[in-house]
């Protein structure tokens, strides 16, 4: 390793560490994401209401629903009586920053408190079957001052007014059925109050309806006194059981990254962490590799050509007609054999006729061809130039 690639080294792990040590002590950014999970300690998480639900709801047994409102309800749902009734009475408690109970769930829940029992919904906005059942409506103010402060109804619970604008939103009840519903609260509006708090009866029970869910998050409840306003919206509650439904509100969330198993466990997490730190001091040991130079081989040139003609000037510069034409006559036996498969041991007719048919050449240029060497064969005579042109101008226009 050469020094220059040492220093490259030595910078990069003094950088790596200062970028560890800067992000370790630097505060972590506010995460102001309306989560409303009970585990979550963020702005808007329910940790804190999770944790003190026991002393803002005294005199009330609190159980978690970890199911659907449906699957709970219909369980609890007694078949055997001559009328049908539940086996839990009380309260139906769901806080949520948008409405998430699915429909089945909503109309069970309805049924059960049309069979003397209550809900408390807190939310800011409802689906249709509220608006249809109870006759209500809402609406929304859009005011871009946004401030909004939170009231009760009732002057013996206080007339004090409570900043809700952190987290809060503009929805109000825009009209309502004045001859069954009772108004709780109130909230500030763009020019006047807004209703934001009902009791709606049904049937033998009754809904309370909340637009401010924020009130119950971990901002306002530890902010000033605001937990006095969650404490006040919650009094109208009856005592008795509360059935606080948590479902997909628990904050249990399993990873879908296929190395949760290996981050989960301790040991694996660091041979994981190791191994990639290993990668890249490989990636930085051969990075400036240098790649040998490859030498430009050039191919063997093909001197068959002029050896050829290198024998060939040799046998003609001697005067040798002969054995020139006893080669070519060779040579070409030799190709008749090999590439037509007709047996040369005697050039007669039936030869003539098996070469024409295969090569397709003229019949008279193979006799005369097969003339020429026959006659060379037998010939006693030294052959002259003439004599070579010829015989190699009958064997070009056969294998040509």
Same mark, same amino acid.
């Given at each position: 390793?050469?020094?220059?690639?040492?220093?490259?080294?030595?910078?990069?792990?003094?950088?790596?560490?200062?970028?560890?040590?800067?992000?370790?002590?630097?505060?972590?950014?506010?995460?102001?994401?309306?989560?409303?999970?009970?585990?979550?300690?963020?702005?808007?998480?329910?940790?804190?209401?999770?944790?003190?639900?026991?002393? %803002? #709801?005294?005199?009330? @047994?609190?159980?978690?629903?970890?199911?659907?409102?449906?699957?709970? #309800?219909?369980?609890?749902?007694?078949?055997?009586?001559?009328?049908?009734?539940?086996?839990?009475?009380?309260? *139906?408690?769901?806080?949520?920053?948008?409405?998430?109970?699915?429909?089945?769930?909503?109309?069970? *829940?309805?049924?059960?408190?049309?069979?003397? @029992?209550?809900?408390?919904? =807190?939310?800011? !906005?409802?689906?249709?079957?509220?608006?249809?059942?109870?006759?209500?409506?809402?609406?929304?103010?859009?005011?871009?001052?946004?401030?909004?402060?939170?009231?009760?109804?009732?002057?013996?619970?206080?007339?004090?007014?409570?900043? #809700?604008?952190?987290?809060? !939103?503009?929805?109000?009840?825009? =009209?309502?059925?004045?001859?069954?519903?009772?108004?709780?609260?109130?909230? =500030?509006?763009?020019?006047?109050?807004?209703?934001?708090?009902?009791?709606? $009866?049904?049937?033998?029970? !009754?809904?309370?309806?909340?637009?401010?869910?924020?009130?119950?998050?971990?901002?306002?409840?530890?902010?000033? !006194?605001?937990?006095?306003?969650?404490?006040?919206?919650?009094?109208? #509650?009856?005592?008795?059981?509360?059935?606080?439904?948590?479902?997909?509100?628990?904050?249990?969330?399993?990873?879908?990254?296929?190395?949760?198993?290996?981050?989960?466990? $301790?040991?694996?997490?660091?041979?994981?962490?190791?191994?990639?730190?290993?990668?890249?001091?490989? *990636?930085?040991?051969?990075?400036?590799?240098?790649?040998?130079? %490859? $030498?430009?081989?050039?191919?063997?040139?093909?001197?068959?050509?002029?050896?050829?003609?290198?024998?060939?000037?040799?046998?003609?510069?001697?005067?040798?007609?002969?054995?020139?034409?006893?080669?070519? %006559?060779?040579?070409?036996?030799?190709?008749?054999?090999?590439?037509?498969?007709?047996?040369?041991?005697?050039?007669?007719?039936?030869?003539?006729?098996?070469?024409?048919?295969?090569?397709?050449?003229?019949?008279?240029?193979?006799?005369?061809?097969?003339?020429? %060497? @026959?006659?060379?064969?037998?010939?006693?005579?030294? =052959?002259?130039?003439?004599?070579?042109?010829?015989?190699?101008?009958?064997?070009?226009?056969?294998?040509?």
């Amino acid at each position: 390793m050469n020094r220059t690639l040492k220093i490259y080294i030595f910078l990069l792990v003094i950088l790596v560490a200062g970028v560890i040590y800067v992000d370790a002590v630097r505060p972590k950014p506010v995460d102001w994401s309306p989560s409303y999970v009970l585990r979550d300690k963020i702005p808007f998480g329910l940790y804190v209401f999770d944790q003190e639900s026991k002393t %803002i #709801l005294p005199k009330r @047994n609190i159980e978690k629903v970890r199911k659907s409102a449906y699957e709970f #309800l219909d369980e609890n749902y007694d078949y055997n009586q001559d009328v049908d009734s539940y086996k839990v009475k009380g309260t *139906m408690l769901s806080i949520c920053d948008t409405y998430i109970i699915d429909d089945e769930s909503t109309k069970e *829940m309805f049924y059960f408190v049309s069979h003397g @029992n209550t809900a408390f919904i =807190s939310t800011q !906005n409802l689906p249709e079957i509220f608006t249809d059942s109870l006759n209500i409506k809402l609406d929304a103010d859009f005011d871009f001052k946004f401030q909004i402060d939170c009231w009760l109804a009732n002057p013996s619970l206080g007339s004090q007014k409570y900043d #809700l604008s952190k987290g809060g !939103n503009n929805a109000y009840f825009s =009209s309502i059925d004045t001859l069954t519903t009772t108004i709780l609260g109130y909230q =500030s509006g763009k020019d006047n109050k807004r209703v934001n708090f009902i009791k709606v $009866p049904y049937k033998k029970g !009754n809904f309370y309806i909340h637009l401010q869910p924020n009130a119950f998050t971990n901002y306002q409840l530890l902010k000033d !006194n605001h937990y006095q306003y969650t404490e006040k919206v919650l009094s109208y #509650l009856p005592n008795g059981n509360i059935y606080w439904l948590v479902n997909e509100q628990e904050g249990v969330v399993e990873s879908g990254s296929t190395l949760r198993y290996i981050m989960s466990q $301790p040991a694996l997490k660091w041979a994981w962490y190791l191994f990639l730190i290993g990668m890249v001091i490989f *990636m930085i040991f051969n990075a400036k590799r240098r790649q040998r130079v %490859i $030498p430009i081989i050039k191919p063997l040139p093909n001197t068959t050509v002029d050896f050829t003609k290198t024998i060939g000037n040799l046998y003609y510069q001697e005067g040798n007609h002969q054995n020139l034409i006893d080669k070519k %006559i060779i040579y070409f036996l030799e190709r008749v054999r090999n590439e037509y498969l007709i047996d040369t041991a005697v050039l007669d007719e039936n030869f003539i006729k098996k070469l024409h048919a295969k090569t397709g050449k003229e019949i008279k240029d193979i006799e005369h061809l097969v003339y020429l %060497i @026959n006659y060379q064969k037998k010939s006693y005579h030294q =052959s002259i130039e003439t004599d070579l042109i010829e015989i190699n101008k009958a064997i070009e226009k056969i294998i040509s």
